[in-house]
C-alpha cells in the first residue's frame, strides 16, 4: 500500500493558478501510474490527469489546455500545475498510485481548492 500526502490546495480568484503536490511513500515510485481526481460536492468524482512512467500523460477535456500533471522520479512527487481557474475547478483534490499491472489505486486523503471571488 502505498501513502500519498497532497498539498497546495487552497482558495483562489478566477483565472488565477495553484500548484498542488504528491509525494508518495512507494518504493520504485517510477513504474507507478499517478493521476489527480477530484469530486466536487454532490458530484461524481473525476479522474482530471493521468500519468506514466515514462511521462505519457492523459487529462480530462475539461482541462485540458489548463492543468498540467508532471511528476519528479527523485522526489517522489507528482504535480498539479492549474492554471485559469473556474468556479467550476472547485473540489477536492485526490492524488492516486497504480502499478501498471495492477486493478486497483492507493489514494491520498484529499486537498480541497476552492475558485471563487
Known amino acids: 500500500q502505498v501513502q500519498l500526502v497532497e498539498s497546495g490546495g487552497g482558495l483562489v480568484q478566477p483565472g488565477g493558478s495553484l500548484r498542488l503536490s504528491c509525494v508518495a511513500s512507494a518504493r520504485d515510485f517510477n513504474i507507478y501510474i499517478m493521476g489527480w481526481s477530484r469530486q466536487a460536492p454532490g458530484k461524481q468524482r473525476e479522474l482530471v490527469a493521468t500519468i506514466t512512467s515514462n511521462t505519457i500523460t492523459n487529462y480530462a477535456d475539461s482541462v485540458k489546455g489548463r492543468f498540467t500533471i508532471s511528476r519528479d522520479n527523485a522526489e517522489n512527487t507528482v504535480y498539479l500545475q492549474m492554471n485559469s481557474l473556474r468556479p467550476a475547478d472547485t473540489a477536492v483534490y485526490y492524488c492516486?498510485?497504480?502499478?501498471?499491472?495492477?486493478?486497483?489505486?492507493?489514494w491520498g486523503q484529499g486537498t480541497q481548492v476552492t475558485v471563487s471571488s
Open positions: 492516486h498510485a497504480r502499478l501498471p499491472w495492477h486493478a486497483n489505486a492507493s
